[in-house]
T-cell receptor, first 113, second 107 residues
Framework: KAGVTQTPRYLIKTRGQQVTLSCSPISGHRSVSWYQQTPGQGLQFLFEYFSETQRNKGNFPGRFSGRQFSNSRSEMNVSTLELGDSALYLC????????????FGPGTRLTVT | GIQVEQSPPDLILQEGANSTLRCNFSDSVNNLQWFHQNPWGQLINLFYIPSGTKQNGRLSATTVATERYSLLYISSSQTTDSGVYFCAVGNFNKFYFGSGTKLNVKP
C-alpha cells in the first residue's frame, strides 16, 4: 500500500506571494491533518480535515487555510507569505478522526525569501 | 493545549548501549505515538501506544496513561538509531508534540 505523498517536496517563494501544498493520504484513510515544523516552535498542529470538513484547528492566523476533496486528498494554502512561514510542512493521514494511528508524509520544505 | 515534556533533550551513547527516553504529558489523552524523524524530515512511526506495553525488535514502549507518561526503550543501540525521537499525544487527531530527544549513537 502506498504511503502518504506530498507535493511539491521543495518550494521557494517570495514574501507576499501565496502557496498551495498538496497531500494524498493512504488509500482508505479519510482524515488528513497538517503540521508546521520550525526550529524555534517545533511541531505545531495546523488543522484536520475529515470527510471534507475541518474538524480541528490550531492557533494559526487566517492566512493558513485548507480544504479536502471527495477523494480525501487535501490542500493547504498560505496567503501573503511571511519570512516566518519558512518551515517543513507535514501532513498525516489516518483512518478516522477518533484517535487512530497517524501516518506522516515526507513533508514539503517551504523557504520564503 | 496539552503540555508535552520529553527527556533528556540530548543523549550520546556508544554503540551497543541501552537507553530510556521519557515523555510526560499534562492531560488525559486517547492517542499517543512515538516517532523517529529521519535526516530528511520524515516522521517514521515507531509505536501507537495510548496505553500498555509494546515491543518491536530492539525497541519497546510503555505508556501509563493514569500517570501521564510514556517510556521508549532502545536496547543494543546502533548508529542507525541516531536522530530525533518525538512523542506526540492528543485527543482524536489533534497532536501535541514534545521538543524531541536528539540521540547520537557513536561507533
Amino acid at each position: 500500500k502506498a504511503g502518504v505523498t506530498q507535493t511539491p517536496r521543495y518550494l521557494i517563494k517570495t514574501r507576499g506571494q501565496q502557496v498551495t501544498l498538496s497531500c494524498s493520504p493512504i488509500s482508505g484513510h479519510r482524515s488528513v491533518s497538517w503540521y508546521q515544523q520550525t526550529p524555534g516552535q517545533g511541531l505545531q498542529f495546523l488543522f484536520e480535515y475529515f470527510s471534507e470538513t475541518q474538524r480541528n484547528k490550531g492557533n494559526f492566523p487566517g492566512r493558513f487555510s485548507g480544504r479536502q476533496f471527495s477523494n480525501s486528498r487535501s490542500e493547504m494554502n498560505v496567503s501573503t507569505l511571511e519570512l516566518g512561514d519558512s518551515a517543513l510542512y507535514l501532513c498525516a493521514s489516518s483512518l478516522g478522526t477518533g484517535g487512530n494511528e497517524q501516518y506522516f508524509g515526507p513533508g514539503t520544505r517551504l523557504t520564503v525569501t | 493545549g496539552i503540555q508535552v515534556e520529553q527527556s533528556p533533550p540530548d543523549l550520546i551513547l556508544q554503540e551497543g548501549a541501552n537507553s530510556t527516553l521519557r515523555c510526560n504529558f499534562s492531560d488525559s489523552v486517547n492517542n499517543l505515538q512515538w516517532f523517529h524523524q529521519n535526516p530528511w524530515g520524515q516522521l517514521i512511526n515507531l509505536f501507537y501506544i495510548p496505553s500498555g506495553t509494546k515491543q518491536n525488535g530492539r525497541l519497546s514502549a510503555t505508556t501509563v496513561a493514569t500517570e501521564r507518561y510514556s517510556l521508549l526503550y532502545i536496547s543494543s543501540s546502533q548508529t542507525t538509531d541516531s536522530g530525533v525521537y518525538f512523542c506526540a499525544v492528543g485527543n482524536f487527531n489533534k497532536f501535541y508534540f514534545g521538543s524531541g530527544t536528539k540521540l547520537n549513537v557513536k561507533p
